[in-house]
């Protein structure tokens, strides 16, 4: 039973728009929320997070928005760029459940 | 340099032997943790460990053991009963969760 799910195994945006990738988890009790940035064959690296007494971070170019009540955070990336094509991962809670990962690809 | 070391970064072994994992941390983390990738799903939880000579089953454990003897070391091994082995194994540590974790670079296991 998935209890962060990512439901777009993928996405694709031109060069300089926005990228919105989107997450929903069932647990009420998660209280905090990443989001990672994968490439092949490394380890994620760490991106932005958000605790659930907000519901926005922002940092640079990424933005995280936590809709509790819908149980739904997105990751909003603008401009995007080529070296943003990766997958990237959000995760819930202490021990950090993942999602399954969208590959977003960035064109020119 | 700080940071999070795994090696090697490929390891192949034969069905049926045990094989070492080995993770260090010179972040001075209290909590590592052992993630598995397979193609097409998340990072899944194997083991973690918030401080030293204890650690905790996560969602897959089965198949695998670890050991937290000190603080910068949490090797995983993988056993001959794990069913399906191969794969990307990750291994990150992080403050008092739920703190940012860090990853290590992987370890991609192949059993022939």
């Known amino acids: 039973d998935q209890q962060v799910k990512q439901n777009s195994p993928s996405l694709s945006v031109q060069e300089g728009r926005i990228s919105i990738l989107n997450c929903d988890y069932t647990n009420s009790m998660f209280d905090y929320f990443l989001w990672y940035k994968k490439y092949p064959a490394e380890g994620p690296t760490f991106l932005i997070s958000i605790s659930s007494i907000k519901d926005k971070n922002e940092d640079g170019r990424f933005t995280v928005f936590l809709n509790k009540s819908a149980k739904h955070l997105s990751l909003h990336i603008v401009p995007s760029q080529p070296g943003d094509s990766a997958v990237y991962f959000c995760?819930?809670?202490?021990?950090?459940?993942f999602g399954t990962g969208t590959r977003l690809q960035v064109f020119p | 340099d700080g940071g999070i070391t795994q090696s090697p970064k490929y390891l192949f072994r034969k069905e049926g032997q045990n094989v070492t994992l080995s993770c260090e941390q010179n972040?001075?983390?209290?909590?590592m943790y052992w993630y598995r990738q397979d193609p097409g799903q998340g990072l899944r939880l194997i083991y973690y460990?918030?401080?030293?000579?204890?650690?905790q089953k996560g969602d897959i454990a089965e198949g695998y053991s670890v050991s937290r003897e000190k603080k910068e070391s949490f090797p995983l091994t993988v056993t001959s009963a794990q069913k399906n082995p191969t794969a990307f194994y990750l291994c990150?540590?992080?403050?008092?969760?739920?703190?940012?974790?860090?990853f290590g670079p992987g370890t991609r296991l192949t059993v022939l």
């Open positions: 995760a819930a809670s202490s021990k950090l459940i």
């Open positions: 972040l001075n983390h209290d909590a």
């Open positions: 990150a540590s992080s403050a008092i969760p739920p703190g940012t974790q860090y």
């Open positions: 460990s918030q401080i030293v000579n204890d650690f």
